[in-house]
């Protein structure tokens, strides 16, 4: 009895705080998607706001745009960041002064690699005027444009930036805990190391690459800051899109904004929800689980 | 000479991380780095010194954002620490439930979570308001927090409470005296990380907050469209005083000390 008083007290703080806070966040602005919008005297559901929100080629357009961007850049972070990620392992410099360094880009701000990257990489930074003073460049219109640019190179660099770090940190935990035995079984046994990696090291830890995959990707897909620093006006990302539907003040357009709202969150959460059952479904899904 | 090799990839990669922020120390404290300039012209520590303690802009930035901190500290570690201990010790009905909805708030896209929550705050009368940024905050760092404490708790067992609890303590001595003490560890990386999060984030703080907010993250972002990067390196290098030294003192006193002993 006192076990089910505990669990009543301990769980009331989260489901309070989620219950008005989150959950009636998503109640409210799902019912104002389906048109339930009292401030204007809207009081009847329709398909309307779906309707016309997956009709427009301009929204569509710039979803797919983003979630190709936001997949391209997770991958490449998670990709790299393992191969870093295993390289400092196998060499111990997993500790001490490299690993302090790796961790530094996780808690700084997205907008100090922005100023740095403005300083250092826009056509009349410091990188092409070095080029310039070594001979390898003639003027700096010849140095490609890199910030608010057509392919969103200044947003990826700087989501990788942070998200290397945040990929090597989180595998380096999984690491530290796993039996190196393993490796040294499957080479000994002959396999190479391709075949080493691909069947013991990485089942062991592809699902924290997974889950670190999932919250980079979430984190491109949604994320105002960057995309509006370094964008690019003409190929503008969802994020800028959304927000600026939602303060542009006309207030009629506000169930439309809560609509696109809504299929951008039921996406990410069944692109998440997939990634975790092929997780599972795959060699090492169930004994890495707790991770 | 493979090891050679090794060593200058390395040195590489940190020189990669390390950069920017040379940038935005060499920014702060430099005058006229403009094109064709390789490296600023002049350094004047004593301006940047003086605009740290003087400039009201920038103090009243400061205290806004370790306000705005401090307070989401108090709210995460309120929620996070109950419900980590929750799912650490207890199985009960509906904990799936619990442990997928704590992960929701990383999943669903930032800006389809801030402009709902934005919405219902107006609704709530919260918006402007301290308490306002303070929950926009909290939700965003809760997930890790809730993680984090409860991977601190997996790995403590409650084995430890059990025994206290034959031995005669009641409910609140062996939180006082056992699990709370074992926790240490796990409250400190949520308070540090609670307390860089909530500093770092701009459009929550902006836009729940009505503008009212200007906290050093927010007071970056114009200055940095304006293309005033020394100013916006002003912001930032005092952002890095009040978070990385912190953050860095803590860890080789504290941590290093429990080690020891």
Known sequence: MTNRKNIILLSLPFCLFFLLFFLSALFKSLITSFGYYPVLNMKKFTWEYYISALSDASFLSISWRTFLFSVVSAFLACIIGMMIAITLYRHKKDRGIVFRITELPVMLPHIFVVIALFQLLSQTGVVPNILIHLGLLQSTEQFPLLLNDNYQIGVIITYLYKEIPFVIVSLMLVLRQMNDKYEVVALNLGANKFQTFWNVTLPMIQTALVNAFIINFSFNFGSYEVPFLLGNQQKELLPVYIYNYYVQGDITQIPLVMSLNMILSVFSIVFAAVLLVISKKIPGGRIGGNR | MKNLLNNIWTFIFCALIVIPLIVIFLLAIGSSWNYPDILPQQLEFQNLIKMLFTNSELIHSLTQSILLSLGTIILTLAIAYPTAILLAHYDFFGKKVINLLVYLPLIIPSIALLTNLDFVMIKFSLNGSFVGVVIAHTLFYLPYAIKLLMDNFEQNGNAFESVSK????????????????????????????????????????????????????????????????????????????????????????????????
Do not use: C, E, H
Not at chain 2, 185 to 201: E, K
């Open chain 2, 166 to 261: 034959n031995l005669g303590a009641n409910n609140w001595q062996t939180f006082w005296n056992v699990t709370f003490p074992m926790s240490k560890s796990g409250l400190q990386g949520a308070i540090l990380m609670t307390y860089v999060v909530s500093m770092t984030q701009y459009l929550a703080t902006l836009l729940v907050g009505d503008g009212k907010f200007l906290t050093l993250s927010v007071r970056m972002f114009p200055f940095t469209t304006a293309g005033k990067y020394k100013i916006a390196a002003i912001y930032a290098f005092t952002f890095l005083i009040v978070t990385l030294i912190p953050l860095f003192l803590i860890d080789k006193y504290i941590i290093r000390n429990r080690r020891r002993g």
